[in-house]
Structure formats: C-alpha cells, structure tokens
C-alpha cells in the first residue's frame, strides 16, 4: 500500500473518528487534528476538560482562529506531523481532521492530500461557529454518507482503504 494522507472533515458527531478507527483495522494509522495544539492551550488556559458542548466549540474556533492569525501555526504543526508521517515506514495513512475550508486548502496547496467529507441525515449541523457552520462548503475528493449501522460504515471504510 502506497502511503496517503487525507484531511478529513465532517460536522460534529458524524462519525469521524469512528470511521478513521475502522480505517485502522485494515492499515497502520495516524490520527491527527488541526486543533490538537490549541486543545492543549485551552487546557492550559481555561482548564478545558474536553468537553463537546457548543461554548466549548467555538471557544476551541475562535482560539485556533487566533493562532492562525498570529502564526499560522496549526498549519507548521500539521506539516511538521506530515513530515514524521512520511519518514516512518510503518504508517500507511495519516488523517488529519480540519474543519475549515480555508485551512484544508491550504493544507492542498502544501502537500500532496485527498479530502474526504463525512456526512449524516442523524446529526444536526452545528453552525453555532465559522468553524463547524462551513464545512460542506467546499469540494471534497470523496464523500461518504454515514446513515447506516456501525457495520455499513465499516465496510465503508474497509472499502476506502482498499480502493481510496
């Protein structure tokens, strides 16, 4: 298998990280998100504990949005990330979670990537942030519809790796 690199992206609760660990049980992973560092600000500064409520998401939007118009920052990150990807032998995909449609074309215009959305019917769209309220606004390399059962999804993913 060739290695690959895909920014994933999908409204909150659509089963990204669900698809990303069925993806694992065929290939060797690697995970990343660009917000991981401003996660690890927000504990610093707030004590932010993790949590997925709406005031949580934009605070995280609003922080990553200063970080990238100090900086850029979470973009050195997602390249350093890719860089290491790369080097090791053993990693066949790397998915990085980006939700802004900005910030995944420029993350296209830097490395070689494929983009995927995931969507679903069940989950209501959050649009209480720039960040979340976009992220259908941009054209995808693929697209998958996760409406299914947990097994639909994994044949879905299965599929990805085998043919993506």
Known sequence: MNKKIVI???????????????????????????VDKVKEAAKILVNWNGE??????KF????????????????TYIKEQAE???KDADQEIMFIHIRETSEIA??????????LLISSNRVEKIVSNSSD???????????????GTLDE???????????G
């Open 106 to 115: 420029k993350v296209k215009e830097l490395l070689d990537v494929k983009s």
């Open 60 to 75: 995280l939007a609003d922080l990553k949005k200063m970080s990238i118009d100090y900086n850029n920052y979470p973009i």
């Open 52 to 57: 997925k409520d709406e005031k949580s998401r």
């Open 153 to 163: 999804l994994k044949i879905k993913a299965e599929k990805f790796v085998m043919e």
């Open 84 to 86: 290491e990807f790369l």
């Open 8 to 34: 994933i992206n999908g409204s909150g609760g659509v089963g990204k990280d669900t698809f990303v660990e069925f993806c694992s049980e065929y290939a060797k992973v690697k995970n990343i998100s660009s």
């Open 133 to 147: 309220a976009n992220v259908e606004n941009y054209e995808y390399d693929y697209y998958i519809q996760n409406d």
